[in-house]
C-alpha cells in the first residue's frame, strides 16, 4: 500500500483554526493581551472580578456594570443542595474529578443549559465562575469531615474562595494573591483545556458540557497539572543546595522538569514574572523563604535550557504559593480551574458565534481489506 501524501501537523503545533479576539500571546517575545489589555497592566492594576468581564464581555466595565456584574457572581455562589450531596458521594476523589463531576451535574439545575445563545452563555459562565470555588471549597472540607461552608457575599471572589476553605475571613494580602493568581490564569486561546471545550461547542452541546470537558483536558501533568507536580519537585529537591544534582539526574535520565517549557512561549512567560514575585515576597512573610530559593536555584540550572527556548512558565511559582497558603497539593489545579472559567466561557461564545464543526483526520496507516474469518475458522 502506498501511503497517501499529506500534510501531518502532529499536535496541532503552529496550526492556526480560526481567529479570535479573547487574548493575544506571541510566543517569541512572552508577550499577552486579555482583549488588547497587557497582562502585565492587568496583574497590577485589575481585579478578577474587572477581568473576567473584560474577558467575557470584551472590554473593560464601567463601575455600575461592574457592580452589576459582581452581583451577579456573589448571588450565583450558593450550590443545589443536590450538588453537595454528590461532592459528598464523590468526596475520595481528586478534587478535579469532583469539580468536573459538579459542573457537569450543575447542567441539570440551571434555567438555561440549553440555550446556546450569547447571552445564555456569559448567563451560564458567570455562574460557573461563582459556583467553581463553592465545589472545590465544599469537597475539601466534607473529605475532611467539616461542614461545607455558605459564602460571604461581603467578600471578593478571591477572598470568599479562602473563607469557604479554611472556616475564617483571610487577610488582605492573602486574598489578593489569590485574586491575582486568577486574574493571571483567566484566559490563554486556544490552548489544549480550550480546544476541548471549542471541540464541544462546535457540536452545538452547551456550555456545561464544554466546561466539564474543560475541566478534562486541564486535568492532565502537560497542562494545568505541572502546579502540582513542581511542588511535589520543590519538596524532593529539599533544600537549597540538592537543586542543581536533583535536576541534573532527572534530566539526565530523560525526565523533564515540571514547570518549564510551552508550547507556544519560546520566552518567558509573562505571567511566571508576577507569580515569582509574590512567591518571593510570601516566602518571606511566613517565614519560609527556603521554597522560594530551591526554585531560584532550579532556575539557575535550567539556564541553558532557554537556547532552546524552554523557560519556566504560569505553573512553575504557583505552587509555591498554595502550598505557603497552606492549599492542599491537590486542589492546585481546580484553582487553575477555578480562574480559567471566564477563559473557556469567552472562547465557547466565539465558537458558538462563528461555528464550524472541528473535525480533524487522521491519516490512517493500518492494514486494508482484510478478508473478515469467522470466530470459529481463527486459528
Ligand atoms: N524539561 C526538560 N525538557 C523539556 C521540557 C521540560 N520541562 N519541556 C520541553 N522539553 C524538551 C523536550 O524534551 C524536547 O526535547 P527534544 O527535542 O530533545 O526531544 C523539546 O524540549 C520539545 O519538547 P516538546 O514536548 O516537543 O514540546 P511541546 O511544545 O510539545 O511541550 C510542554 C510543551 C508539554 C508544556 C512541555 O514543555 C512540558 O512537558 N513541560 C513540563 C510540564 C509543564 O510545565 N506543563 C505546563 C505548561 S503551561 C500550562 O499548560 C498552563
Redesign the pocket.
Known amino acids: 500500500m502506498t501511503e497517501r501524501k499529506v500534510q501531518l501537523h502532529r ?1 496541532l ?1 503552529e496550526v492556526y483554526i480560526d481567529r479570535t479576539t479573547s487574548s493575544f500571546i506571541d510566543g517569541d517575545e512572552g508577550k499577552l493581551l486579555y482583549r488588547g489589555y497587557n497582562i502585565h497592566e492587568l496583574a497590577q492594576n485589575s481585579t478578577f472580578e474587572e477581568t473576567a468581564f473584560l474577558v467575557m464581555n470584551g472590554h473593560l466595565p464601567t463601575q455600575a456594570e461592574l457592580d452589576a456584574f459582581d452581583t451577579e457572581l456573589k448571588n450565583s455562589r450558593a450550590l443545589p443542595a443536590e450538588i453537595l450531596d454528590i461532592i459528598r458521594l464523590t468526596r475520595n476523589s481528586h478534587p478535579m474529578d469532583v469539580l468536573r463531576t459538579a459542573v457537569s451535574a450543575l447542567s441539570a439545575y440551571d434555567p438555561d443549559t440549553e440555550d446556546n445563545s450569547t447571552e445564555a452563555t456569559l448567563r451560564k459562565g458567570i455562574r460557573l465562575t461563582a459556583q467553581a470555588p463553592t465545589i472545590v471549597a465544599a469537597h475539601a472540607r466534607i473529605r475532611d469531615g467539616k461542614e461545607a461552608l455558605d459564602p460571604d457575599p461581603e467578600l471578593s471572589h478571591a477572598a470568599n474562595f479562602l473563607y469557604m476553605l479554611f472556616g475564617e475571613r483571610p487577610t488582605d494580602e492573602d486574598a489578593a494573591l489569590i485574586d491575582k493568581d486568577f486574574v493571571l490564569h483567566a484566559e ?1 486561546g486556544i ?2 483545556s480550550a480546544f476541548g471545550a471549542r471541540v464541544s461547542a462546535s457540536t452545538q452541546a452547551d456550555l456545561h458540557c464544554a466546561i466539564t470537558t474543560g475541566i478534562s483536558v486541564l486535568k492532565g ?6 502546579a502540582e ?2 511542588m511535589k519537585m520543590t519538596q524532593e529537591i529539599g533544600e537549597e543546595e540538592n537543586a542543581e544534582t536533583y535536576v541534573r539526574e532527572r ?1 539526565r535520565s530523560g ?9 507556544v512561549y519560546k520566552a518567558l ?1 509573562p505571567r511566571s514574572v508576577h507569580l515569582q514575585e509574590d512567591a518571593k515576597e510570601l516566602g518571606e512573610r511566613k517565614g519560609e523563604p527556603k521554597w522560594f530559593q530551591i526554585l531560584q536555584s532550579v532556575i539557575e540550572v ?1 539556564e541553558p ?1 532557554r537556547r ?1 527556548g ?1 523557560y519556566q ?4 511559582f504557583s505552587g509555591a504559593i498554595y502550598y505557603l497558603l497552606d492549599i492542599p497539593d491537590d486542589l492546585f489545579i481546580s484553582i ?1 480551574a477555578m480562574g480559567r472559567v471566564p477563559g473557556w466561557t469567552a472562547q465557547v461564545v466565539e465558537q458558538f458565534e462563528n461555528n464550524i464543526l472541528l473535525r480533524p483526520r487522521l491519516l490512517y496507516t493500518g492494514p486494508m481489506d482484510v478478508e473478515y474469518v469467522p470466530i470459529e475458522e481463527r486459528g
Do not use: C, K, Q, T
Open positions: 499536535g503545533r490563554h490552548n489544549a501533568p502537560s497542562h494545568g497539572g505541572a507536580e513542581v534530566l525526565g523533564r522538569i515540571m514547570g518549564f517549557g510551552h508550547r512567560d535550567m535550557y532552546r524552554i512558565n504560569v505553573d512553575f487553575f
